[in-house]
């Protein structure tokens, strides 16, 4: 019912309310926790409601409304196809580190390796050829 706050008086000098946990801490007026008919089911143990709120919780709040959203969905299952890819470069190709310097050698050096990685998808594509000796016989 009423509204939570961080501070009931003012302090000089101003204190930041950050607590060692990295929260903020609000706080109900106990006399409104006493005329409140929800107390027993809301703090019984405690003679007024405290609720912490941690420092990041609003970008919190806001990656849990793009969570909600399809197109993070339709991310979250592309994700898994590129981070498969990269996985297979670092693993197979043995690409866990670049060994040319510079931002053009590093593209240069990525770019054969995800050449090679396509080669590689291209040539399990194409249909295998009997051998030769199989074809004479």
């Known amino acids: 019912g009423k509204e939570l706050k961080q501070f009931h008086r003012t302090y000089d000098p101003p204190r930041s309310g950050i607590t060692a946990e990295g929260t903020r801490l609000y706080r109900a007026s106990k006399k409104d926790c006493n005329q409140c008919e929800l ?11 405290k609720v912490p709120r941690d420092l990041n919780e609003d970008a919190r709040d806001v990656a849990r409304a793009i969570a909600k959203t399809p197109e993070y969905e339709q991310s979250r ?30 593209r240069d050096e990525f770019l054969l390796a995800a050449t090679a990685q396509n080669l590689r998808r291209l040539a399990k594509l194409r249909p295998q050829m009997p051998p030769c000796g199989a074809i004479a016989a």
């Open 39 to 49: 107390k027993p089911r809301c703090c019984p143990n405690m003679p007024m409601r």
């Open 77 to 106: 299952h592309r994700r898994k196809k590129v981070e498969m890819l990269f996985a297979h470069l670092k693993r197979i190709l043995r690409m866990a580190r670049l060994r040319l310097r510079g931002p053009c050698g590093a």
